[in-house]
């Protein structure tokens, strides 16, 4: 029997990372308690390589390769194997690093492997035909994990403590179900997050490398349904636009951003709109509103009661407040906001009045009363500097 196991030694400048890594793992950062382990004991476990081609290609040690590079070792163990395909090559990739610590977002590009793979050997399995399998019965291999000839057990040793990795899935159960028992998660949650690769892999096309990543630490920290939620969401270009152009640095405080400037030119903290008698919420309220805060879609709007003459605050979804005629404010009113906002800063004022100013700013500054109120504070103030003075 041949043995596979047979260990040679190699430059590690001499050895390409297989594109299968690269693409699921990533130039991997090095591991500081690997980087001493090797250092101290050099590399106890064999990198791992395909010479299916001309190029030496590593299906399992790049990090190992990447250390030893950076701590200057000359020649490093390997195991060579010719692997009878690239197929093979993926899934002694994907089966070697079963037990690799890994971000959520990896586990996806493995399940999107494993699914590739997994229709691969249906479809090979297919045109197989019935009659060959039937020749032998008692040999008769289901799937690629009973294949003993696809690559040797034995290299997986030092990775999968010398065992394959089990076929879990019930006979008959779909390809999402095999792939999420493959990642541990269930099939409805695989299927729910493949948009999730799709739209990554779609901004880094574009260039957009930002905006991939800040939704990998998105998922990473949310899980996968957010995420699947903020892709179906008509702003999700606007929330991703945000972290591109450096306007927020991460997408959950975009989507703040995003759910407190709700269409800026007509919804915003400050706008007056003009409510109609079916739209009030009181038919006692005077019929301009002012909108003093959003959050979440949802305005917060100010009006006066004409019955008392006190504000009082209504909440509104922005999108009803679309349909209304917006207001502006006069000169005669801005120049009356102003007057309020330099005696809310005066230094004589007191609790009282900033608490009524607070309230009058957030009103429409219209009315006689208002008027009356602003005097009020500003009389108030000149008399106390007229007594000081």
Request: net charge positive; hydrophobic share 35%.
């Amino acid at each position: 029997m041949k043995n596979y196991t047979e260990v040679k030694y190699f430059n590690p400048n001499n050895l390409s990372l297989h594109t299968e890594l690269l693409r699921i793992y990533g130039d991997s950062a090095i591991t500081h308690d690997l980087q001493l382990d090797i250092e101290k004991n050099g590399i106890m476990v064999p990198i791992v390589v395909s010479t299916r081609t001309p190029i030496f290609t590593i299906v399992s040690g790049g990090r190992r390769r990447q250390i030893a590079i950076a701590l200057g070792i000359e020649l490093v163990p390997v195991i060579c194997y010719s692997f009878p395909s690239e197929e093979a090559e993926k899934h002694f990739i994907l089966s070697a690093n079963r037990d690799r610590p890994k971000t959520k977002y990896q586990k996806l590009l493995e399940g999107r492997a494993w699914e590739l793979l997994e229709k691969q050997f249906s479809a090979a399995r297919r045109q197989s035909g019935l009659k060959e399998r039937w020749k032998n019965k008692d040999a008769e291999k289901s799937n690629i994990d009973d294949e003993h000839d696809y690559y040797p057990v034995v290299l997986l040793d030092d990775y999968r403590l010398g065992t394959r990795v089990p076929n879990q899935s019930k006979s008959g159960s779909k390809t999402v179900d095999k792939v999420g028992e493959r990642i541990g998660i269930s099939g409805k949650s695989y299927q729910r997050a493949k948009p999730i690769i799709d739209k990554c892999e779609k901004l880094r096309s574009e260039g957009r490398n930002i905006e991939a990543l800040s939704l990998e630490v998105y998922l990473e920290s949310v899980g996968i349904n957010p995420v699947a939620k903020l892709l179906k969401a008509p702003n999700c270009d606007e929330v991703l636009d945000l972290v591109g152009n450096g306007t927020a640095k991460t997408i959950k405080e975009a989507i703040l951003m995003a759910s407190l400037v709700q269409r800026p030119s007509a919804v915003v903290e400050g706008a007056i709109f003009y409510f109609p008698d079916h739209m009030l919420r009181k038919p006692t309220y005077v019929h301009s509103g002012r909108v003093v805060r959003i959050a979440n879609a949802v305005a917060t709007v100010v009006f006066r009661d004409k019955r008392d003459g006190y504000l009082y605050e209504q909440q509104y979804k922005c999108d009803e407040l679309l349909t209304l005629e917006k207001e502006g404010e006069t000169r005669n009113q801005m120049r009356l906001r102003d007057r309020m906002n330099k005696l809310f800063a005066h230094e004589k004022a007191t609790q009282i009045d900033r608490h009524v100013l607070n309230l009058l700013l957030g009103a429409v500054v219209s009315t006689p009363l208002e008027m009356e109120w602003v005097q009020l504070v500003e009389w108030r103030i000149e008399g106390e500097e007229i007594k000081r003075g």
